[in-house]
C-alpha cells in the first residue's frame, strides 16, 4: 500500500494519561499536515511540516500536543494528559510542495481516540 | 487566520437532479480550493480542485467554479447518483488547509 498510513487506527484511553499516533506518509511527499476531526465537522488543521521543519502551529492548539518529524519521513503526533474533550479522529495527510503552489493532500485512514 | 463557511449543512436531492454546494472564504491569498468527499467512517477522498488563477473546472458529472472578487467557490454535481451519498467538504489553502464544516447530501433513488 502506497498511501498514507497511521497507526493506531483507534485508541482508548484515560483522562491524565500521555498517547502518541504515527503517520507514514506517501514516501516522496515533503509535506505531512496533522488535523483533527470531530463528528459532524470538517477537519481542524493542528500542524504541518515540510520536511522536518515544523512551518505552522495552529493558535488553537494546546501545549498538551506536540508533533515531531525528526527525518522528514514518518511524523509522530503526541498528546500529553489527555482530556476528555480530546477524543476525535486525527488524521494525518501528506503533498508535495513545490514552491508556493499548494498541491493535493491525501488522507490517512486516521486514528480515532477515545478518552474515558 | 482563513475562514471557509460552506452551505447548506444538508441537501437531499432526487437522483438525476442537479446539487449545488457553495463555500466563502475570507483569506484574498488562499490560492488552491479542493473539495473532498467523506463517506462515513473513511477517509476524506479529494474529488476536484481548483486553483486561483482558474475559474472554472470540469470532471465528468463534477465541476467547481471560483468567484475570487467575491471570495466564493461552488460544487456542481450533475445527474446525481444514490453512491454520491456523502459528506462533502470544501477547502481553502495558503501555506495550511482550512475546511468548511461540510453539507451531507443524500441523494434518493
Known amino acids: 500500500d502506497t498511501g498514507v498510513s497511521q497507526d493506531p487506527r483507534h485508541k482508548i484511553t484515560k483522562r491524565g494519561q500521555n498517547v502518541t499516533f504515527r503517520c507514514d506518509p506517501i514516501?516522496?511527499?515533503?509535506?505531512l499536515y496533522w488535523y483533527r476531526q470531530t463528528l459532524g465537522q470538517g477537519p481542524e488543521f493542528l500542524t504541518y511540516?515540510?520536511?522536518?521543519?515544523?512551518?505552522?502551529k495552529s493558535r488553537l492548539l494546546s501545549d498538551r500536543f506536540s508533533a515531531e518529524r525528526p527525518k522528514g519521513s514518518f511524523s509522530t503526533l503526541e498528546i500529553q494528559r489527555t482530556e476528555q474533550g480530546d477524543s476525535a479522529m486525527y488524521l494525518c495527510?501528506?503533498?508535495?510542495?513545490?514552491?508556493?503552489?499548494?498541491?493535493?493532500?491525501?488522507f490517512g485512514p486516521g486514528t480515532r481516540l477515545l478518552v474515558l | 487566520g482563513e475562514n471557509v463557511e460552506q452551505h447548506p449543512s444538508t441537501l437531499s436531492v432526487q437522483e438525476g437532479d442537479s446539487a449545488v454546494i457553495k463555500c466563502t472564504y475570507s483569506d484574498s491569498a488562499s490560492n488552491y480550493f479542493p473539495w473532498y468527499k467523506q463517506e462515513l467512517g473513511k477517509r476524506p477522498q479529494l474529488i476536484i480542485d481548483?486553483?486561483?488563477?482558474?475559474g472554472e473546472k470540469k470532471d465528468q458529472r463534477i465541476a467547481v467554479t471560483l468567484n475570487k472578487t467575491a471570495k466564493h467557490f461552488s460544487l456542481h454535481i450533475t445527474e446525481t447518483q444514490p453512491e454520491d451519498s456523502a459528506v462533502y467538504f470544501c477547502?481553502?489553502?495558503?501555506?495550511?488547509?482550512?475546511f468548511g464544516a461540510g453539507t451531507r447530501l443524500t441523494v434518493k433513488p
Open positions: 481548483i486553483r486561483s488563477n482558474v
Open positions: 514516501s516522496e511527499h515533503n509535506r
Open positions: 495527510a501528506s503533498s508535495l510542495g513545490t514552491g508556493w503552489a499548494e498541491e493535493t493532500q491525501y
Open positions: 477547502a481553502a489553502s495558503v501555506n495550511d488547509m482550512r
Open positions: 511540516f515540510q520536511n522536518e521543519a515544523q512551518l505552522e
